[in-house]
């Protein structure tokens, strides 16, 4: 049986949803313009639950914005957006990500949940906590780093999406995996600084 043609009300429902989509998609964009990490949040969560989608350039730069300037709460918020949208990042604006939130001094359960993004579903995940906290080291990692006031650098980190919009963060194919890195003058984030060696937990993911 051929399908059955949409009704006059479904026709006006879906209207009216394209319409308030829209309205969603120019006022989410209208706050990201101004920085308002909230009302950003809040409008993309609308657009989301009309089950509809804002593009990948869009969502770089609201995940840009709560990388720099949000707290935990906002970076969560902005991940859950992301990632029911489908998001993709490459490795670029990955790398940039991970820049700021050190030199910021960004909160350790914020950065263990960005080292997670690029593993495999089958890859040992990165626990939100370090071993053996005690309470007075646990409360200081949910403490949020001050946001960065540098504004025209926004920008720069979301050039990514528009270059190379929807590719996922990939490591190099190559089968020589280098065996150890090593960090060195990061001063927000002093502890960081040291050797980082590849471990057999890690040696076919990484």
């Not at 706050?31 to 993309?44: K, P, V």
């Amino acid at each position: 049986d051929p399908p059955r043609p949409p009704t006059r009300e479904e026709l006006r429902e879906a209207a009216k949803k394209r319409e308030r989509t829209q309205f969603l998609q120019v006022k989410f964009n209208a706050q990201l313009q101004r920085g308002d990490i909230d009302q950003s949040i809040a409008a993309a969560t609308s657009v989301l639950g009309l089950s509809s989608q804002l593009d990948a350039p869009s969502l770089g730069r609201l995940l840009d914005l709560a990388v720099r300037r949000g707290t935990q709460a906002h970076f969560a918020q902005a991940i859950s957006v992301c990632a029911q949208m489908g998001l993709q990042v490459d490795v670029n604006f990955f790398v940039r990500m991970l820049g700021v939130m050190i030199q910021r001094g960004c909160p350790q359960v914020m950065l263990r949940i960005a080292l997670n993004m690029p593993l495999l579903p089958e890859a040992p995940e990165v626990p939100l906590l370090p071993p053996n906290l005690d309470d007075e080291d646990e409360e200081k990692v949910f403490e949020d780093g001050d946001p960065l006031q540098e504004e025209k650098k926004t920008s720069d980190t979301s050039k990514a999406w528009q270059q190379h919009p929807g590719i996922e963060v990939v490591a190099d194919s190559s089968p020589n995996h280098t065996q150890e890195l090593v960090l060195v003058d990061c001063a927000a984030r002093p502890e960081l600084n040291g050797s980082y060696v590849l471990t057999d937990a890690y040696s076919e993911f990484l």
